[in-house]
């Protein structure tokens, strides 16, 4: 009971805000409750604030105590939803897909998968040394394992 009020509360408040979405939820034995969300464009405190208003402002303290926590997910969580990976184009991405790891740069995003295009530098057809050659992989969503934003410095 209490939790189906808390996602209706929640559920209710994300569609207000469209650019918003739900990456996980949980409700521990306390009553201590746990949003995170992402967004669109990232989420600013201001995100939180407003829907953990939405969620607390509607529960009555006094009939079930609880805490809440609403976070947004963290620069190097990993990204869960097809939708995230739109927000990330451009930026650099550690792939996991069929036990095998890619870095590359996050070029393009379809609804089947991504696109990973990366840089190595390889022994040269021909006489010695090496050169460098760009490499492109398209990596459908159903495929990854695993997939983060490598943050440089």
Same mark, same amino acid.
């Given at each position: 009971m209490? !939790? &189906?009020k808390v996602e209706e509360l929640l559920n209710r408040a994300l569609a207000k805000r469209e650019d918003l979405f739900l990456l996980e939820m949980t409700i521990g034995g306390d009553h201590g409750? !746990?949003?995170i969300?992402?967004?669109d464009k990232g989420v600013s405190l201001n995100d939180c604030m407003e829907i953990s208003r939405a969620i607390e402002h509607n529960l009555d303290r &006094?009939?079930?105590d609880f805490s809440l926590e609403v976070t947004s997910a963290g620069a190097t969580a990993p990204l869960v939803l097809p939708r995230q990976y739109k927000k990330n184009v451009g930026r650099s991405l550690e792939v996991v897909a069929q036990g095998e790891t890619i870095e590359g740069k996050l070029t393009q995003v379809t609804d089947q998968g991504i696109t990973l295009e990366w840089k190595v530098r390889e022994p040269k057809p021909v006489g010695k040394g090496k050169h460098t050659v760009e490499k492109k992989q398209e990596v459908a969503f159903s495929a990854i394992e695993k997939a !983060?934003?490598?943050l440089k410095f």
């Open positions: 209490f !939790k &189906e409750i !746990k949003v969300l992402d967004g &006094e009939e079930e !983060k934003v490598v």
